[in-house]
């Protein structure tokens, strides 16, 4: 009886022992990080920050307020000034933002301020990775929301959602047929 129990535990060590042999050839499951980092899905929700219009040289944003109202966390303080370029009949905006700040640690990226912004002036970009050690360095100031705007639109070849609907909408109505000629034709 004795030798049944010895043979019983030798089998159980040389099972374990093939299944530490298997996982030792498979391809192990974590990264190398920071040094080489997964990159992020497309519709990653990460940190708000501000968008910036290539055509005419300024934020989107208006200063409107209306992120800041919506906000369930009031995390975001903002300021408007007097748009030059509208002025000057460069820019349909006669306000643009002045001074625009959001308190990270107090954002709970839920994307409300996307949602209800009508100017398309923010967005959920890719950043993720902007823990500090000071306790007021999670404050992200203007200078900083538009440059991690203008990354997230180059990396995402990102168009407003006020253009697309109307490229859709020109797409979407039917080609110009003129009246035929005396002729018939």
């Known amino acids: 009886m004795d030798t049944d129990l010895g043979e019983y535990e030798m089998l159980g060590s040389i099972k374990g022992m093939f299944v530490t042999l298997k996982s030792t050839f498979k391809k192990p499951v974590t990264d190398q990080y920071p040094n080489k980092r997964r990159p992020v899905e497309a519709r990653y929700m990460g940190f708000p920050a501000l968008t910036w219009d290539y055509e005419v040289i300024e934020p989107y944003c208006t200063a409107c307020m209306v992120c800041i109202r919506d906000c369930p ?82 990396d995402t070849k990102w168009i407003p959602p006020s253009q697309l ?20 034709i």
């Open 165 to 184: 609907k109307k490229r859709s909408s020109v797409s979407d109505k039917p080609p110009i047929v003129s009246p035929p000629d005396k002729d018939g």
């Open 73 to 154: 966390t009031q995390c975001m303080t903002a300021s408007m000034k007097d748009n030059v370029l509208y002025k000057e009949e460069k820019s349909h905006r006669r306000k643009i933002v002045d001074k625009f700040e959001i308190n990270l640690n107090r954002c709970i990226l839920c994307g409300i301020c996307v949602e209800v912004c009508n100017f398309d002036a923010i967005v959920m970009s890719h950043e993720h990775e902007m823990s500090v050690h000071e306790r007021n360095g999670d404050r992200v100031d203007l200078i900083e929301l538009l440059d991690m705007g203008k990354r997230f639109q180059r």
